[in-house]
């Protein structure tokens, strides 16, 4: 009895993993934020939605930014992508809050080097036009030493934000920055 158990609860097992999503994945890559925004709401047009970001050096393009995309075969409706990229940590706020303001969320960030040669944070915000609307509040810690990123992260955990990102980049001024991005549900 115990074998027969054994059984069917291993065809039960496989029969699940048969009927699990299989997915299909888009590769983005540009130099250029707008261009990236353009393709990754085409994907997600099609049905694919924000998977990860990264930039820095491709083999074959140079200084980009890279994202993936994916495609479950359980995907809904398509999502709705803004890019932000600046280098300025208060433009980024801004931005961000505006687009929280309409149910944006935030998805990724990375730091890559622009056309014009400048570094600069890129953000990815998600629209799930589906979802009942869910506003967000953004803020944005920018410090260039680990014990004031420490202390501003406690001031804000303790105000109920959440850590959402981290990057760390270069400044205008050529210094490094620690960039951290905190969320909590609007109010």
Do not use: H
């Amino acid at each position: 009895m115990f074998v027969l158990r054994i059984c069917c609860f291993t065809l039960l097992l496989t029969a699940s993993v048969w009927a699990a999503d299989t997915f299909d994945y888009r590769v983005l890559a540009t130099s250029k934020t707008s261009t990236m925004e353009k393709e990754m709401n085409e994907a997600a047009q099609a049905g694919f939605e924000f998977n990860s970001v990264m930039g820095g050096d491709t083999a074959a393009g140079g200084k980009e930014v890279v994202v993936v995309m994916s495609k479950a075969s359980s995907n809904g409706a398509p999502k709705k992508y803004k890019l932000l990229a600046t280098s300025k940590t208060s433009t980024m706020q801004k931005e961000m809050q505006a687009l929280g303001d309409e149910g944006f969320e935030f998805r990724g960030q990375t730091v890559f080097q622009s056309t014009l040669g400048g570094r600069e944070v890129a953000v990815i915000m998600e629209l799930d036009s589906t979802a009942p609307l869910q506003r967000f509040e953004y803020r944005l810690l920018a410090t260039s030493k680990t014990s004031t990123m420490q202390k501003e992260l406690a001031e804000a955990g303790k105000e109920g934000f959440a850590l959402s990102g981290l990057t760390v980049g270069k400044t205008a001024l050529g210094g490094s920055e620690i960039v951290s991005v905190m969320r909590r549900s609007g109010k």
